[in-house]
């Protein structure tokens, strides 16, 4: 409910706004726990951006929070 902001969602459900960041119009969001961030997320991305035809900042990381696999991030963690 809040475009062109990132936000995520604390313990409890409440939302706290972690940036105000506009989003480019043509945007591709790419969904997933990216912990530990790596070179093969940066490669993914580069590749993101050359199938749309749009600078690698148009490529959106949407951060899973709570990861079945991996736990749940802190929210320290996520404003870094």
């Given amino acids: 409910d809040a475009p062109g902001h990132v936000v995520a969602m604390a313990e409890g459900g409440e939302v ?3 940036a105000d960041a506009p989003i480019p119009e043509r945007s591709v969001i790419v969904p997933g726990s990216f912990n530990p961030m790596h070179e093969g997320h940066e490669q993914l991305s580069a590749a993101a951006a050359a199938s749309i035809q749009q ?10 929070i709570a990861n079945a696999d991996k736990g749940e991030q802190p929210l320290e963690e996520l404003r870094r």
């Fill in 55 to 64: 600078p690698q900042d148009a490529v959106i990381f949407e951060f899973s």
């Fill in 16 to 18: 706290v706004y972690l």
